[in-house]
Protein backbone atom coordinates (compact mmCIF):
# COMPACT_ATOMS: atom_id res chain seq x y z
CA UNK A 1 0.00 0.00 0.00
CA UNK A 2 1.10 3.56 -0.58
CA UNK A 3 0.76 6.33 1.09
CA UNK A 4 -1.72 7.36 -1.91
CA UNK A 5 -4.30 4.91 -1.32
CA UNK A 6 -3.94 5.52 2.68
CA UNK A 7 -7.13 7.89 2.77
CA UNK A 8 -8.66 6.79 6.24
CA UNK A 9 -7.53 5.51 9.33
CA UNK A 10 -9.31 3.58 11.91
CA UNK A 11 -8.12 4.15 15.68
CA UNK A 12 -9.78 2.44 18.59
CA UNK A 13 -9.96 4.52 21.17
CA UNK A 14 -10.41 3.42 24.91
CA UNK A 15 -8.75 6.51 27.25
CA UNK A 16 -5.65 3.95 27.71
CA UNK A 17 -1.97 5.94 27.40
CA UNK A 18 -1.59 2.95 24.57
CA UNK A 19 -4.79 4.35 22.45
CA UNK A 20 -3.41 8.00 22.94
CA UNK A 21 -0.07 6.93 21.60
CA UNK A 22 -1.61 5.12 18.55
CA UNK A 23 -3.79 8.17 17.66
CA UNK A 24 -0.44 10.15 17.87
CA UNK A 25 1.38 7.46 15.41
CA UNK A 26 -1.88 7.64 13.38
CA UNK A 27 -1.67 11.31 13.55
CA UNK A 28 1.97 11.49 11.66
CA UNK A 29 0.39 9.41 9.23
CA UNK A 30 -2.38 11.14 8.19
CA UNK A 31 -0.35 14.26 7.53
CA UNK A 32 1.84 12.23 5.67
CA UNK A 33 -0.33 10.78 3.42
CA UNK A 34 -3.52 13.07 3.85
CA UNK A 35 -5.75 10.74 5.69
CA UNK A 36 -8.63 11.09 8.00
CA UNK A 37 -9.35 9.35 11.40
CA UNK A 38 -12.00 7.62 12.48
CA UNK A 39 -11.93 7.46 16.14
CA UNK A 40 -14.00 4.59 17.36
CA UNK A 41 -14.62 4.13 21.33
CA UNK A 42 -16.62 1.32 22.25
CA UNK A 43 -18.24 0.52 25.41
CA UNK A 44 -19.98 -2.16 27.24
CA UNK A 45 -22.61 -1.43 30.15
CA UNK A 46 -22.78 -4.80 32.31
CA UNK A 47 -26.17 -6.31 32.91
CA UNK A 48 -25.56 -6.12 36.85
CA UNK A 49 -25.35 -2.06 36.56
CA UNK A 50 -28.82 -1.56 36.92
CA UNK A 51 -28.10 2.62 38.37
CA UNK A 52 -29.07 4.88 35.72
CA UNK A 53 -26.15 7.45 36.93
CA UNK A 54 -23.50 4.85 36.56
CA UNK A 55 -24.77 4.09 33.43
CA UNK A 56 -24.53 7.88 32.40
CA UNK A 57 -20.95 8.24 33.65
CA UNK A 58 -19.57 4.94 31.27
CA UNK A 59 -21.29 6.98 28.82
CA UNK A 60 -20.07 10.12 29.60
CA UNK A 61 -16.33 8.90 29.79
CA UNK A 62 -16.86 7.68 26.49
CA UNK A 63 -17.77 11.01 25.19
CA UNK A 64 -14.77 12.67 26.81
CA UNK A 65 -12.09 10.08 25.42
CA UNK A 66 -13.75 10.96 21.88
CA UNK A 67 -13.60 14.69 22.37
CA UNK A 68 -10.25 14.73 24.08
CA UNK A 69 -9.18 12.98 20.64
CA UNK A 70 -10.92 14.98 18.49
CA UNK A 71 -9.04 17.94 20.27
CA UNK A 72 -5.87 16.52 19.25
CA UNK A 73 -6.37 15.91 16.11
CA UNK A 74 -7.78 19.89 15.52
CA UNK A 75 -4.10 20.90 16.70
CA UNK A 76 -2.51 18.69 14.54
CA UNK A 77 -4.56 20.21 11.63
CA UNK A 78 -6.28 16.41 10.59
CA UNK A 79 -9.46 15.52 9.76
CA UNK A 80 -11.12 13.38 12.57
CA UNK A 81 -14.28 12.15 13.06
CA UNK A 82 -15.21 10.23 16.50
CA UNK A 83 -18.10 7.44 17.14
CA UNK A 84 -18.98 5.69 19.91
CA UNK A 85 -20.59 2.01 19.79
CA UNK A 86 -21.92 -0.03 22.70
CA UNK A 87 -21.03 -3.72 22.17
CA UNK A 88 -19.41 -6.28 24.74
CA UNK A 89 -17.12 -7.65 22.08
CA UNK A 90 -14.58 -4.96 21.25
CA UNK A 91 -12.27 -6.90 19.29
CA UNK A 92 -15.10 -8.36 16.55
CA UNK A 93 -16.47 -4.69 16.74
CA UNK A 94 -13.28 -2.78 15.26
CA UNK A 95 -13.20 -5.13 12.69
CA UNK A 96 -16.29 -5.33 11.33
CA UNK A 97 -16.72 -1.17 11.48
CA UNK A 98 -13.44 -0.88 9.54
CA UNK A 99 -14.50 -3.27 7.14
CA UNK A 100 -17.88 -1.68 6.79
CA UNK A 101 -16.51 1.58 6.38
CA UNK A 102 -13.97 0.75 3.94
CA UNK A 103 -10.91 2.14 5.66
CA UNK A 104 -7.04 1.13 4.76
CA UNK A 105 -5.05 1.11 7.95
CA UNK A 106 -6.47 0.01 12.08
CA UNK A 107 -3.69 1.85 14.37
CA UNK A 108 -4.40 0.22 17.81
CA UNK A 109 -2.54 0.39 21.42
CA UNK A 110 -1.18 -2.80 22.75
CA UNK A 111 -2.59 -2.44 25.40
CA UNK A 112 -6.19 -1.61 27.00
CA UNK A 113 -7.14 0.36 30.24
CA UNK A 114 -7.56 -3.46 32.22
CA UNK A 115 -4.63 -5.13 31.24
CA UNK A 116 -5.20 -7.76 33.93
CA UNK A 117 -8.71 -8.84 32.06
CA UNK A 118 -6.43 -10.02 28.93
CA UNK A 119 -4.78 -12.38 30.85
CA UNK A 120 -8.04 -14.51 30.81
CA UNK A 121 -9.77 -13.18 28.00
CA UNK A 122 -6.68 -12.27 25.51
CA UNK A 123 -6.02 -8.86 24.82
CA UNK A 124 -8.42 -6.77 21.76
CA UNK A 125 -4.73 -5.90 19.70
CA UNK A 126 -4.52 -9.40 19.63
CA UNK A 127 -7.78 -10.21 17.97
CA UNK A 128 -7.53 -7.73 15.84
CA UNK A 129 -4.28 -8.67 14.86
CA UNK A 130 -5.19 -12.11 14.18
CA UNK A 131 -8.83 -11.64 12.60
CA UNK A 132 -8.36 -8.27 10.58
CA UNK A 133 -8.16 -8.48 6.46
CA UNK A 134 -6.83 -4.61 6.52
CA UNK A 135 -3.47 -3.58 7.66
CA UNK A 136 -2.99 -3.49 11.56
CA UNK A 137 -0.49 -1.16 13.55
CA UNK A 138 0.13 -1.72 16.94
CA UNK A 139 1.74 0.90 19.28
CA UNK A 140 3.53 0.05 22.51
Do not use: C, W
Not at 37 to 45: A, D, F, H, R, T
Not at 47 to 56: D, P
Not at 91 to 102: M, N, R, V
Request: charged residues 20%; proline residues 4%.
Amino acid sequence: MTNKTLKKILVPLDGSKNSLRGLKFALIVAKQSGSSIIGLNIYSIPMYIKTLSIRNKIKQKSKEIILQAEKISQKNQVPFSGLIKINNNVGSTIISFAESHKVDMIVIGSRGPDPEFEIFLGSVSNHVINKSKIPVTVVK
